[in-house]
């Protein structure tokens, strides 16, 4: 298996009571220690207002940290899960996530979905198109990223989206273009997108679920002619860690307490709903139990966030040490 780490960059509340004078200093300094350590990529969101609901507090922009991101390390690879595709013209994407990679030595992820958080695409005057209009924006977004980083061009007279010759030079260093990981696990749809053009996907992790996804997935490839073992299947996982169950409640404890002053207590229990019973909330043993379970039903690359990692590495050097050998 191998592994991802999400960077905090505020969208989940996780930068809290930092000045953001401070804030790229802890960014950044998280980034180069999973450069130094056990974490084949690093990862943010792009988003523009926190959950779980918008407030004031920072959320920093995805490609710009990619980008940053890519200027310090050396080693690790660099990825958003996932970019939405309407809130940039592809065209445009295509060519700052060819740049990116450039600065990074050919090190840049394409983590691509159709999005849906409402209220960030009505308040940036993006409207919020039916999911078949986002998804349709996805798929003729995707041929012209594919075209740009393969032949430096790119050309569509697409529904949604058209092009003309659109030029990107310098092509992206990695042979192919940028790898695509298309986000989502919508059934009929993203999933078929996932199947004609993904190296990666990236849906539900939790065991019953992933392995649904992993069979419509399957059907998919069948449908369209393409090989279902050579894409690599992601899932992300929220982090609760420690070495007794006391301290694992304490952990949630101390998030739902960040939140709660924020958010309102309804909110923020309904946050901790994306950590109780889901695979990587346990000791060591247990989550390691849980993911390896996963691992037999075909996931290869396991993305974790921890949430306190901002102010306290103690988790994480936990996960490091105790979790990911046992996965590897």
């Not at 798929?139 to 030029?167: C, K, M, P, S």
């Not at 997108?193 to 019953?208: H, L, M, Q, S, V």
Request: hydrophobic letters at 40%.
């Amino acid at each position: 298996m191998r592994f991802g780490l999400f960077v905090p960059q505020g969208w989940r509340l996780d930068l809290v009571g930092i000045e953001p004078a401070r804030q790229w200093r802890t960014m950044r300094d998280l980034a180069l220690r999973a450069d130094r350590g056990p974490w084949e990529s690093i990862w943010v969101y792009d988003h523009f207002h926190t959950v779980p609901e918008p407030t004031d507090e920072a959320t920093h922009e995805a490609w710009s940290l990619v980008s940053a991101f890519a200027a310090i390390t050396e080693r690790v690879r660099l990825g958003q899960m996932c970019t939405a595709m309407s809130y940039r013209n592809p065209a445009y994407l295509a060519k700052v996530a060819a740049t990116a990679d450039i600065v990074s030595g050919g090190r840049v992820e394409m983590g691509i979905g159709g999005g849906w958080y409402e209220h960030e695409w009505r308040a940036y005057g993006y409207g919020f198109p039916s999911a078949g209009e986002r998804l349709g924006r996805l798929d003729e977004g995707v041929q012209i990223l594919r075209q740009a980083w393969t032949t430096g061009t790119a050309t569509l007279n697409g529904r949604h989206y058209q092009v003309d010759g659109a030029i990107v030079r310098p092509l992206p260093l990695q042979d192919g273009g940028i790898p695509l990981w298309i986000a989502g696990g919508g059934e009929k749809v993203t999933l078929k997108i996932a199947a004609k053009y993904a190296r990666y996907t990236n849906f539900d992790g939790t065991p019953e679920v992933f392995a649904h996804k992993s069979q419509l997935l399957r059907e998919h490839c069948a449908a369209v002619g393409t090989d279902f073992g050579a894409i690599v299947r992601s899932a992300n996982y929220n982090v609760a860690i420690g070495h007794t169950e006391a301290e694992v409640q304490d952990r949630l404890d101390a998030l739902r307490a960040r939140l709660e002053p924020i958010v309102g207590a309804e909110k923020a229990d309904a946050s901790l709903g994306g950590f109780r019973g889901l695979p990587a909330v346990g000791t060591p043993e247990q989550i390691v139990e849980n993911l390896t379970k996963l691992k037999n039903e075909g996931l290869e690359y396991a993305i974790f966030y921890v949430p306190e990692a901002a102010y306290d590495t103690s988790g994480l050097e936990l996960l490091e040490r105790e979790v990911l050998p046992n996965l590897a």
